[in-house]
């Protein structure tokens, strides 16, 4: 016979608070720019750092930072936030705005949602043994 574990999911009040305040925020993005992209979430892209040293060598300390453009709309020629066809000499690093709606590669895009670790909880030691 199988033997099924059936842990019942809760959340912390800090928890509920900052995802209900996340689902007031994305619907008011959401409402503001209906045709965002979905796969950035009208960011554009992603920014990342990383230590550019190579492995074993003693470098100073320092960090790099890069940008990945969104390949469904950057890459494709739309603004990120409004969806408006950008002409085909706009780049991402130019200075230049979005004609329509002024989003810039620093705008940001739709709020992410916070991360939960209640689930966490669940596995502490010496509880549910």
Same mark, same amino acid.
């Given at each position: 016979m199988k033997s099924e574990v059936c842990i019942e999911q809760f959340h912390s009040n800090a928890c509920?608070?900052?995802?209900?305040?996340?689902?007031?925020?994305?619907a008011q993005f959401d409402a503001v720019w209906?045709?965002?992209?979905?796969?950035c979430g009208g960011s554009g892209g992603q920014f990342y750092t990383y230590d550019p040293s190579p492995p074993g060598v003693p470098l100073g300390p320092g960090w790099m930072?890069?940008?990945?453009? @969104? !390949?469904? /709309?950057i890459e494709q020629g739309f603004c990120p936030r409004c969806g408006?066809?950008?002409?085909?000499d706009w780049q991402t690093e130019s200075e230049e705005p @979005? !004609?329509? /709606?002024?989003w810039e590669?620093?705008?940001?895009?739709?709020?992410?949602q916070p991360?939960?670790?209640?689930?966490?909880?669940?596995?502490?030691?010496?509880e549910g043994s």
């Open positions: 509920m608070r900052a995802q209900a305040d996340w689902q007031v925020r994305a209906p045709h965002h992209c979905e796969t930072t890069d940008y990945n453009p @969104c !390949p469904d /709309c408006h066809n950008m002409p085909e @979005c !004609p329509v /709606c002024g590669i620093d705008s940001g895009g739709r709020p992410e991360e939960c670790y209640c689930w966490l909880d669940a596995f502490a030691p010496g």
